[in-house]
C-alpha cells in the first residue's frame, strides 16, 4: 500500500511575515492541505488508484466519472504543494525577462496575471503555464489544476478565501500583491519550464 504523506514546507512559518502570517500557513498547510491529503489516501485504498503517483492520479480520475473526489482532493494535494513552493522569504522583485517576453513586458505581465488572479469568481487559482512554446496565464475553478490539461505549471497563486482571510479578510487584491511583490520565488518559476 502507497500513501502520501504531508509535503513539508520549504521555509518556516514565521519567514513569510508581514506578508503571510504563520496562523495562515499553520492553517492553510497544516489543516487544508493535510485534510485533501488524508482524504485522497482514505478515497483511494483498495481502488486502482492506490499505487499512482499523484501526476497519474490527476491525469486519470479527471477522465474517470466514477472518481471526481479523487481528482479533487488529489488535484488540491498537488496545487497546495506547488503554490506553497513557489513562495520563499524574501521572494518577489522583478520578474525574470524569460518569463516577461511573453507578455510585452514586465509591466503588463504584473497587470495581467494581477487582473486574472482578481477575476475568479469564488474559489479557484490563477496560474502562470507553459503551453508548447508559449507562456501564458490561465485560472482554474476549485480544484481544477493545470495538468489536467496538458498545460505545465510554472507558478500557481490561490485565490481560495482560506489562502488570505485570516491576513487580508475580503482584500484578495492586496494579498495578490503582496504574493507577487515579495513572496513569489522566480528561481521555482524558471525551474518548472520544459518539464
Ligand atoms: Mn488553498
Known amino acids: 500500500m502507497f500513501s502520501l504523506t504531508q509535503f513539508p514546507l520549504q521555509f518556516s512559518e514565521n519567514d513569510l511575515l508581514p506578508y503571510m502570517s504563520?496562523?495562515?500557513l499553520q492553517c492553510?498547510?497544516?489543516?487544508?492541505?493535510?485534510?485533501y491529503i488524508k482524504n485522497l489516501n482514505d478515497l483511494t485504498v483498495g481502488t486502482e488508484y492506490e499505487a499512482m503517483p499523484l501526476y497519474e492520479i490527476i491525469?486519470?480520475?479527471v477522465t474517470d466519472p466514477n472518481a471526481k473526489k479523487i481528482f479533487n482532493n488529489a488535484a488540491q494535494v498537488f496545487n497546495h504543494d506547488f503554490f506553497f513552493k513557489g513562495m520563499k522569504q524574501n521572494g518577489g522583485g522583478k520578474a525574470p525577462d524569460e518569463i516577461t517576453k511573453y507578455f510585452g513586458?514586465?509591466?503588463?505581465?504584473?497587470?495581467?496575471?494581477?487582473?486574472?488572479?482578481t477575476g475568479v469568481f469564488g474559489?479557484?487559482?490563477?496560474?502562470?503555464?507553459?503551453?508548447?512554446?508559449?507562456?501564458?496565464?490561465?485560472?482554474?475553478?476549485?480544484?481544477?489544476?493545470?495538468?489536467?490539461h496538458d498545460l505545465i505549471p510554472l507558478l500557481a497563486i490561490d485565490v481560495w478565501e482560506h489562502a488570505y482571510y485570516l491576513d487580508y479578510q475580503n482584500r484578495r487584491a492586496d494579498f495578490v500583491d503582496a504574493f507577487l511583490t515579495h513572496l513569489v520565488n522566480w528561481d521555482f518559476v524558471l525551474s518548472n519550464l520544459n518539464k
Open 105 to 117: 513586458g514586465a509591466d503588463n505581465f504584473i497587470s495581467e496575471i494581477k487582473n486574472a488572479a
Open 59 to 61: 491525469k486519470k480520475s
Open 123 to 148: 474559489s479557484g487559482w490563477a496560474w502562470l503555464v507553459q503551453d508548447g512554446d508559449v507562456i501564458k496565464i490561465t485560472t482554474t475553478a476549485n480544484a481544477d489544476t493545470p495538468i489536467a
Open 28 to 35: 492553510h498547510h497544516g489543516k487544508h492541505l493535510a485534510t
Open 22 to 24: 504563520a496562523e495562515t
